[in-house]
Structures are given as C-alpha cells and as structure tokens.
C-alpha cells in the first residue's frame, strides 16, 4: 500500500496527525527502499560533487588531530553517510598524514547500508548513537543529516497558537492547524506573532546535537555538521519535498520524495554549548572550502587532468560560489573543551 493511502485511512480514522510523524515515517520509507543520490536519484550532495569536499574534510581532521596530540585510538564517526562518498575520500586524505581511525556509521537504511558496505566494508554500523564506542575521542561528520529529521510547526491562529497538523481533503493531504493550545510552548518573542506566522522547531536534531557535545565533552575530539538553514531565529515553515532534483509539494507523495527542513543553527550552537562542547563556530560553506584551500585543490587537479579542467571548475563553484551552496549550507564545529580550535574557524 502506498504510504499517502495509509495517511490517509489513518487520518479519516482518527483525525489529523502531527507533522512530526508525517515526516518521519515518510522520510524513513523514503531512505530504506532506494537509493536517492546522484543523476538518477532525487537529489546530490556535496561528496557526489566532488572529491575535494571529502578531500578537505580529510584533511581538517587531520590537522585537529595532529594538534591534539595525534591519540593512537579514534573513532571516525558519520550519521547518514550516503553512500559512503564522504568518508572514502575524506578517510584517503586523512590517511597520507597519518590519521586511520575506526569508521563507524550511523545508518538506519537498508539500501544505502549496502551500498556503505561495498565501498567500505571495514566500518562498524549503528542504528544511532547509543552504541558508539566510549573509549576515544570521536571525530563526526554530520554532511545533510539534521535536515532530514523530522521537525515540528506551531501555526498562530485566530484562537491564538497550535501545533500544525497533516489533515485530509478528500483523498489530499494538507496541513491544519490543530484543536490543543500550544500558547505555552512558544517563545516569547512570538507570542504575539501576526496570524499565520509559522514557527518551526527540529526536537530530534536537538536530541541528537546533544548527545554529540555530551560526548566530544567526556571522549575528546570534534564534530562538523553541515547542512543548510539559518543562524539567526526566524518564522515560516522551511518544509520542502524534491523529487528527480525538482521541487514538489511536501504532501503530495510522502515516502517517494526526500523530504527536508532548514536547520536552526543558532539553537544547536547553544545546545552544544550547554551540554559541555566548545563551539567553535558557525560558517558558511563557502567560506570554510576556501579557507581549507579548495581553490588550490581545484587547480591541482586540472593541471593533473586537462580534459576534465571545465568540470572541476564547476564542481568547485558549485560547492562554494553564494549563488550556489556556497552561502546557503553552514559549517558548525564543536569540540571538546581541551582540544584546539578547527582550521577555518
């Protein structure tokens, strides 16, 4: 049975249900029965790109852990690596200046976890953070990760705020606002927000930015976490759905389209924080490949390569250039108090 036909028998039945669970249980269909990367996928990410994204991760990392002190036992962690894109290439890198640490992967999908396996089958695989080793510091790259988790909307309305549900219309989907007060639940900077004002918030991204920062700060090492959204606080629902790398409505085909919402960097900076990690900071995309040397990297490979000059150049304005994902994707980096700052930041 499609997912949407479920939705909507379950709603008909019981009433609207919460945007959270609309977008979970269509985004954890989604992930365990295809593969959505690449050209022939929904979407593509920074790794699928090009080398040098992973090539520069590599590289950070190994110049944090140099400066740490090079600890003979590490953890490289990835939630959702993909295809194992990222790693590969950023573990290569790594490795020439002498960091090889334990892969493991956070990764709930069938489909990609085969494919991880094909490329590296050496990692250890988890189904989320609770079972990560303790014993070594952690270094985690978190690469279009937290937009995937499910978020939660409150919707002012006339009879002031409610968390904005998933109804029916006949046999569509469409959001609703929902019957509960959730007057308390908003900040006090909203509260008296104009109707139709939209406030959106991301518990599990929360759950999981904390549980990092808890770790780093008792194990040592750092995290990346890049993704696209926001550093400053700010209204409107950021829901969006692709589907063969076009946009479509969120609520249109759940379970056969990649469903995504901004991440609210600015919160999860104070998270970390208060869950004993440094924050290093926050910046964007562009801005941190650059200052890793993209450009050089860049040019190396076209002089090693002249036929595919055009292509790397583009590959490498795509990833950097503002009008591209230079200026919308954001770089965090958290550490663990005693560990140096990361380069770039």
């Known amino acids: 049975m499609r997912l949407k036909d479920r939705f909507v028998r379950l709603i008909a039945a019981t009433g609207p249900i919460s945007l959270a669970q609309f977008m979970a249980e269509s985004n954890a269909r989604y992930y365990d029965s295809r593969d959505p990367l690449g050209r022939a996928g929904d979407f593509i990410t920074a790794p699928e790109i090009s080398q040098m994204f992973g090539e520069l991760i590599g590289l950070w990392l190994a110049d944090l852990w140099d400066r740490a002190g090079r600890p003979a036992r590490v953890h490289y962690v990835e939630p959702g690596p993909g295809r194992g894109t990222l790693a590969r290439d950023a573990l290569g890198a790594a490795r020439r200046f002498g960091l090889v ?102 518990p599990a991204a929360a759950a999981l930015t904390g549980e990092v920062a808890r770790r780093l700060a008792a194990q040592g090492g750092a995290a990346l976490i890049i993704d696209y959204g926001r550093t400053a606080a700010a209204t409107g629902s950021t829901l969006q759905a692709l589907r063969a790398h076009a946009p479509v409505d969120p609520f249109a085909c759940p379970g056969e389209a990649d469903l995504t919402a901004h991440v609210d960097f600015a919160i999860l900076a104070e998270i970390a924080q208060q869950a004993g990690a440094r924050w290093m900071g926050t910046i964007e995309q562009g801005r941190f490949l650059l200052a890793l040397g993209l450009a050089a990297r860049a040019e190396a490979l076209c002089r090693a390569a002249p036929a595919s000059t055009d292509a790397v150049r583009a590959a490498a304005h795509r990833l950097a250039a503002p009008g591209a994902m230079g200026r919308l994707f954001k770089v965090m980096a958290l550490g663990a108090p005693d560990w140096p700052a990361g380069a770039g930041f």
Request: charged share 20%.
């Open 101 to 202: 640490p334990q892969v493991h992967f956070v990764e709930a999908s069938r489909t990609l976890g085969a494919v991880q396996r094909s490329l590296i089958a050496d990692a250890t695989w988890h189904q989320d953070l609770t079972t990560l080793p303790d014993d070594a510091p952690l270094l985690i790259v978190a690469n279009e990760f937290l937009d995937a988790l499910p978020v939660r909307q409150l919707v002012r309305t006339a009879g002031g705020w409610r968390e904005r549900m998933v109804g029916i219309d006949g046999d569509r989907l469409i959001p609703v606002a929902g019957t509960q007060p959730m007057d308390a639940a908003v900040p006090p900077a909203f509260q008296d927000a104009a109707q139709g004002t939209i406030i959106e918030t991301c």
